[in-house]
């Protein structure tokens, strides 16, 4: 009795209109029905004149609707509309609040209706509907900076300066050369949750003590991504020019990479940055990697933009040019690369939208948006890699589940790719036929299948935390390597699904995975990486790479904040979620 109390007043509320006068519309009707048979009746034509004489004696005359008929039959779909408005809102609506010690996760294979890629309930997102989204995601968003304080300040405590923080030891380290990466990593996204005395005392340390002349070897991809990306970020965000001097200062050491003896301007993977040595790793026997060459130019072209040097910009694009002489017919690039007698070639055949490839096709798209949408030699590249992805590359489990399958493993899909989910729809969103096209379309409902599935993988973990890597079979999604890493990308496609679509169910999946944060990753100092989604008793690791602060953290706190600055019109995200202005 409670619910169709709740339906009728539901129903009362959103119909607005009162009974008088509906029985004056039903009236209004009858008479319209009455006068069209007189006329009817009157006119010469007969419906036998046209219907063979067998069938009419099937035809017999439709008794006269009564106002109480019309009156029920309205009052009917009214209340069946207000049923699924109902639905609806209790589906999708959650709750603001955050009780890690009674939270336990649901469980997978729920909200079934956005499997294949569909918004089931579109037809009620109205304004209404997205002002109690924002309502609620405000709310959600304060536990959200919540969260990046208790980090920051176990960060600023027992490591400031320092690459890393041990979550669980409290111990610094300087896996990264010891150039501040997490200090540098997080700078933007202290303005954006407006933690702005945090970040200009993160400022004073960057002016003062931030030095890159250090006799390490650097990988060039994660520094360029990190660091050039996040002082860059940080010098848009704030205008303040020292982040520009260290940008540029950190740039000119990078940029001697595209310059190694008999690469013909292809980059190696690591830098010296005091002597400008390039090198590779000896486990790759002199290959390089697709995503570490060819996730360069968004950094080193807005670097260009800022300062007036063209060098960074031609430097950085020469790689794509370069990959476009030996563009395969279906888009897609296998993951290792050679440089022989100066020139660039394959040097496997496995395809990844994961680890070793992933960001080369983020990166075509990006460059492409950056640019102001003006060079169509990206656009095309990224379109046809997609084509061929959806040829190739895309599968649909028994289960129904759609993913990008591992490098070669058919029946596998690592995290890393659940960033296509969010690339796909950007795509669809800026296709420059526009979105109504079928291209458009095909990839609009890939990105949201693909971001079912990524949310999927989160879900059907006890910890509600997803696996790095999982597996497909008929009863659904297994952990195959069961460390979670504290990694972005799964919220980053939901951020960017959030803000297209403006379906707010990829609010209540991103509001799960933080309480999954807050309840199995949280220590004393800051959050640790699992190494087994599968155990809820086990402690986190003593690891929080800096992208957890950069991305993950970020990512969740604009995926529930209405009010941001941040739109995908006028910035571009690097693959590090460092949103740099678009060129107008």
């Given at each position: 009795?409670?619910?169709?109390?709740?339906?009728?007043?539901?129903?009362?509320?959103?119909?607005?209109?009162?009974?008088?006068?509906?029985?004056?519309?039903?009236?209004?009707?009858?008479?319209?029905?009455?006068?069209?048979?007189?006329?009817?009746?009157?006119?010469?034509?007969?419906?036998?004149?046209?219907?063979?004489?067998?069938?009419?004696?099937?035809?017999?005359?439709?008794?006269?609707?009564?106002?109480?008929?019309?009156?029920?039959?309205?009052?009917?779909?009214?209340?069946?509309?207000?049923?699924?408005?109902?639905?609806?809102?209790?589906?999708?609506?959650?709750?603001?609040?955050?009780?890690?010690?009674?939270?336990?996760?649901?469980?997978?294979?729920?909200?079934?209706?956005?499997?294949?890629g569909d918004s089931p309930y579109s037809s009620f997102m109205n304004q209404e509907m997205k002002r109690k989204s924002d309502d609620l995601a405000r709310k959600r968003r304060g536990y959200i900076k919540a969260a990046m304080q208790h980090a920051w300040?176990?960060?600023?405590?027992?490591?400031?300066?320092?690459?890393?923080?041990?979550?669980?030891?409290?111990?610094?380290?300087?896996?990264?050369?010891?150039?501040?990466?997490?200090?540098?990593?997080?700078?933007?996204?202290?303005?954006?949750?407006?933690?702005?005395?945090?970040?200009?005392?993160?400022?004073?340390?960057?002016?003062?003590?931030?030095?890159?002349?250090?006799?390490?070897?650097?990988?060039?991809?994660?520094?360029?991504?990190?660091?050039?990306?996040?002082?860059?970020?940080?010098?848009?965000?704030?205008?303040?020019?020292?982040?520009?001097?260290?940008?540029?200062?950190?740039?000119?050491?990078?940029?001697?990479?595209?310059?190694?003896?008999?690469?013909?301007?292809?980059?190696?993977?690591?830098?010296?940055?005091?002597?400008?040595?390039?090198?590779?790793?000896?486990?790759?026997?002199?290959?390089?990697?697709?995503?570490?060459?060819?996730?360069?130019?968004?950094?080193?072209?807005?670097?260009?933009?800022?300062?007036?040097?063209?060098?960074?910009?031609?430097?950085?694009?020469?790689?794509?040019?370069?990959?476009?002489?030996?563009?395969?017919?279906?888009?897609?690039f296998p993951y290792y690369l050679r440089v022989r007698k100066g020139n660039l070639e394959f040097a496997n055949k496995a395809i990844s939208f994961g680890a070793f490839g992933d960001s080369f096709y983020e990166y075509l798209l990006k460059m492409w948006?950056?640019?102001?949408?003006?060079?169509?030699?990206?656009?095309?590249?990224?379109?046809?890699?997609?084509?061929?992805?959806?040829?190739?590359?895309?599968?649909?489990?028994?289960?129904?589940?759609?993913?990008?399958?591992?490098?070669?493993?058919?029946?596998?899909?690592?995290?890393?790719?659940?960033?296509?989910?969010?690339?796909?729809?950007?795509?669809?969103?800026?296709?420059?036929?526009?979105?109504?096209?079928?291209?458009?379309?095909?990839?609009?409902?890939?990105?949201?299948?693909?971001?079912?599935?990524?949310?999927?993988?989160?879900?059907?973990?006890?910890?509600?935390?997803?696996?790095?890597?999982?597996?497909?079979?008929?009863?659904?999604?297994?952990?195959?390597?069961?460390?979670?890493?504290?990694?972005?990308?799964?919220?980053?496609?939901?951020?960017?699904?959030?803000?297209?679509?403006?379906?707010?169910?990829?609010?209540?999946?991103?509001?799960?995975?933080?309480?999954?944060?807050?309840?199995?990753?949280?220590?004393?100092?800051?959050?640790?990486?699992?190494?087994?989604?599968?155990?809820?008793?086990?402690?986190?690791?003593?690891?929080?790479?800096?992208?957890?602060?950069?991305?993950?953290?970020?990512?969740?706190?604009?995926?529930?904040?209405?009010?941001?600055?941040?739109?995908?019109?006028?910035?571009?995200?690097?693959?590090?979620?460092?949103?740099?202005?678009?060129?107008?």
């Open positions: 009795m409670d619910h169709m109390r709740r339906i009728k007043k539901h129903q009362r509320k959103k119909t607005g209109i009162s009974k008088p006068l509906l029985l004056l519309y039903a009236a209004g009707l009858s008479i319209v029905y009455v006068w069209g048979c007189i006329l009817a009746s009157s006119h010469t034509f007969t419906i036998t004149d046209q219907i063979p004489t067998t069938f009419t004696d099937d035809i017999a005359p439709k008794p006269f609707p009564t106002v109480m008929e019309i009156l029920k039959k309205h009052e009917a779909l009214a209340l069946k509309k207000a049923e699924e408005r109902l639905l609806a809102e209790t589906l999708i609506f959650g709750t603001a609040k955050l009780d890690t010690a009674s939270y336990t996760p649901k469980g997978g294979n729920r909200f079934r209706e956005w499997k294949a300040k176990g960060y600023k405590t027992h490591a400031f300066g320092a690459d890393e923080v041990g979550p669980i030891s409290g111990k610094p380290n300087s896996h990264w050369g010891g150039i501040g990466t997490t200090l540098v990593d997080a700078l933007d996204s202290l303005w954006l949750m407006d933690m702005k005395d945090e970040f200009y005392e993160a400022r004073d340390w960057v002016r003062d003590k931030l030095d890159h002349n250090k006799n390490m070897d650097a990988s060039l991809f994660e520094t360029t991504i990190r660091s050039l990306g996040g002082l860059l970020s940080a010098y848009e965000w704030s205008g303040d020019r020292i982040f520009l001097e260290k940008a540029q200062d950190l740039g000119n050491r990078l940029v001697k990479a595209f310059d190694a003896p008999g690469m013909n301007g292809i980059p190696k993977g690591y830098i010296n940055l005091s002597t400008g040595k390039s090198s590779t790793q000896s486990w790759l026997r002199g290959s390089l990697i697709l995503s570490d060459i060819a996730t360069l130019p968004v950094e080193f072209r807005q670097l260009s933009k800022h300062t007036g040097n063209k060098t960074y910009a031609i430097k950085a694009e020469h790689i794509f040019l370069k990959l476009k002489d030996i563009e395969p017919t279906n888009g897609l948006l950056q640019g102001g949408r003006t060079e169509p030699m990206y656009r095309s590249m990224y379109d046809k890699a997609i084509d061929g992805m959806h040829a190739e590359q895309l599968r649909v489990s028994v289960t129904g589940l759609t993913y990008i399958y591992y490098q070669t493993e058919t029946s596998q899909m690592d995290h890393l790719s659940c960033f296509m989910g969010g690339l796909l729809v950007l795509g669809a969103w800026s296709d420059p036929n526009g979105i109504s096209t079928e291209r458009a379309q095909r990839d609009l409902k890939t990105g949201k299948a693909l971001a079912y599935t990524c949310y999927q993988m989160y879900a059907s973990m006890p910890t509600g935390l997803s696996p790095d890597i999982v597996r497909f079979d008929d009863s659904g999604i297994r952990a195959k390597q069961k460390s979670y890493l504290l990694r972005p990308e799964t919220v980053e496609t939901m951020f960017i699904l959030n803000s297209i679509t403006g379906d707010p169910i990829y609010r209540e999946w991103g509001w799960e995975i933080f309480q999954s944060i807050e309840k199995y990753c949280k220590t004393e100092i800051a959050y640790g990486s699992l190494d087994d989604v599968m155990d809820t008793d086990k402690a986190p690791k003593d690891s929080m790479e800096s992208f957890f602060l950069a991305e993950t953290m970020k990512y969740l706190f604009l995926l529930m904040d209405p009010d941001s600055e941040v739109n995908l019109e006028n910035y571009v995200f690097n693959t590090e979620a460092h949103p740099l202005k678009v060129w107008k």
